[in-house]
């Protein structure tokens, strides 16, 4: 009788350790998940800005379109 009783502690610890292993997983997977979003919100407003200074009228003159050149040179290097 005490090697069943036994046997279903050490079942009952098994799947514990499993909860608590996929728990954790699934904890990280979130986290990383939040990360992801964030750098993701980040590059695409890093984009856009790029993306402003891309578009150029007319009245550009050399030096705003080497200033433009000069932002664009520093977003992309934060990305």
Same mark, same amino acid.
Do not use: F, H, P, S
């Given at each position: 009788m005490t090697d069943g009783i036994k046997e279903l502690q050490d079942l009952a610890k098994y799947y514990q350790n499993q909860a608590n292993y996929y728990h954790e +997983?699934?904890?990280k997977w979130h986290k990383q998940s939040e990360h992801d979003d964030a750098e993701q919100s980040?590059?695409?407003?890093?984009?856009? +800005?790029?993306?402003?200074l891309t578009d150029y009228g007319c009245e550009d003159t050399v030096d705003s379109l080497t200033n433009k050149l000069d932002q664009i040179r520093k977003l992309t290097k934060k990305a």
């Open positions: +997983k699934a904890t980040r590059l695409i407003d890093l984009m856009n +800005k790029i993306y402003v």
